[in-house]
C-alpha cells in the first residue's frame, strides 16, 4: 500500500509538445555525407542541445548512422553525451575553463586550443595521467573577431605545441563570418589568412588530420573550403540561410541542399471562443475583431519558446487551414482565429512549427517575422515542450 511519502512518477499532460524525426535526422545527415563525398569527415554539431532537439537522442541516432565526430560547446555538453554510452570523438568547439582539463582528458574529448595556457593546462594533466598523445585541434582567428589565435601570433602557439610531449596537432579550424553572402570579400581574406596558418602549422613539423573551416553555409556554397573535415549545424535539423548576391537573396542551382526539417512543434485547442466585431484580444488590446469571429486559445506561449514578435502576425495549422495569431502572445496562451475553419473544436490538433497536407510553417517563417534565424527559433524551445521521438 502505498505512502503518503511516496511520489508517484508521471507524464506530462499538458498538450502543447514536439516531435522529432530521428530517421529525417540520419537522412539529413547522409545526404550532407554524400554532398561532401566519403573523403570528408563530416563533425556533426549537437551543440545547444541539438538546437533544441535533445542532443543525447539526435547524437545516438547520428552515431549509429556513422557519425564519427560530434561537436558541442563545452565540457557540460559533452558529459551527457559520454555518460549516455556515445562514443563517437566529441570536439569542445569553444575551449575549456581552467580546472576542466583533467575531465577532458578522462572523457577523451578533443579539446579546441589557441591559448598557451590552453596548451600547458592540457599538457600538465595529460603527463599526470599517463596519457602518451592526447589529441586538440587549433583555431585560428582568420577576421571573425571572435575566438582563436591571431596569425600573427601564431608562432608562440605552435611552438607550444610542438614543445609538448603529451599533444598532438589533431586539427586546424576557423570560422567564416559571412558564408552565406556569395560576393562578401571578408570570406576569401580569411580563407588567405587560414591558408597561411596551415602553411605555417606544415612548416613547424605539424601536419593535423582534420583541417576544417565550412559550416553549413559554406557545406552549401564554398566548396573550397571543405578540406578534410566540415561542421555541419542547423542544415543536420533541416533548415539553412538564405544566400545573398548583391543584397539579393539567391537561390537555386547549387546553392541547395535537399534536408528536411527534424523537427514539429504541436498542440492542442484548450478552449473556443466567441466574439462579436469590435471586441479588443489579449494584452493592451492590440487585435480588435473586425467582423464576429470564433477563436480558438492555445496552450502555448513565449515561456514555451514561442516567439513574442509572432503576435499578430504570425499563423498556425488547424484542420488543414491558415490560422492567423491575433492578438499578443502571452506567457502561456496564444490566441487564433478559426472563423470559417469548419468543425473546430477542443482538442483538436494545431501545428505551430512543421508541414501538413500540403501547408507549412516552418523556422524560417518564424525567423522572418521576428526578425530572427531558425537557429534562434529552434534552439529557443523551452524545456516545458517535451519531446517525443519517432524512429
Known sequence: MATTAETL????????????????????????????????????????????????????????????????????????????????????????????????????????????????????????????????????????????????????????????????????????????????????????????????????????????????GAVISRRGTWHSMVRPGVALYGYYLPFQRAGREVSGGTLRLPVKPVLTWKTRILSMRNFAANQALGYGGTYVTKAPAQVAVLPVGYADGYNRQLSNRGRVIVRDHYAPIVGRISMDLTLVDVTGIPGTSVGDEVILLGSGDGLSVDALEHAELADSTPYEILCNISKRVPRRYGS
Not at 105 to 110: D, F
Request: aromatic share 4%; proline share 4%; charged share 25%.
Open 9 to 216: 512518477s508521471r507524464v506530462a499532460t499538458r498538450p502543447t509538445w514536439a516531435e522529432v524525426s530521428l530517421t529525417r535526422l540520419r537522412q539529413n545527415f547522409r545526404t550532407v555525407q554524400k554532398h561532401v563525398g566519403a573523403a570528408v569527415t563530416v563533425c556533426a554539431v549537437v551543440k545547444a542541445d541539438a538546437y533544441g532537439h535533445g542532443a543525447v537522442e539526435c547524437s545516438r541516432a547520428l552515431e549509429s548512422e556513422g557519425a564519427r565526430w560530434l561537436g558541442v560547446t563545452s565540457l557540460d555538453e559533452a558529459i551527457p553525451l559520454r555518460d549516455a554510452g556515445i562514443q563517437s570523438t566529441i570536439l569542445l568547439m569553444t575551449g575549456f575553463w581552467r580546472g576542466e582539463e583533467t575531465e577532458i582528458i578522462r572523457l577523451r574529448l578533443t579539446p579546441t586550443v589557441w591559448e598557451p595556457w590552453h596548451i600547458d593546462a592540457l599538457e600538465k594533466a595529460a603527463s599526470a595521467m599517463g596519457v602518451a598523445r592526447h589529441p586538440v585541434h587549433l583555431k585560428v582567428d582568420s577576421g571573425m573577431g571572435r575566438l582563436g589565435v591571431a596569425v600573427d601570433e601564431l608562432p608562440a602557439v605552435l611552438t607550444a605545441l610542438t614543445d609538448a610531449k603529451h599533444l598532438v596537432l589533431d586539427g586546424l579550424s576557423t570560422h567564416l563570418a559571412s558564408s552565406e553572402i556569395m560576393d562578401a570579400p571578408s570570406v576569401a581574406d580569411q580563407e588567405r589568412k587560414f591558408e597561411e596558418a596551415l602553411r605555417m602549422a606544415r612548416g613547424a613539423g605539424l601536419e593535423p588530420a582534420f583541417v576544417h573551416v565550412a559550416n553549413t
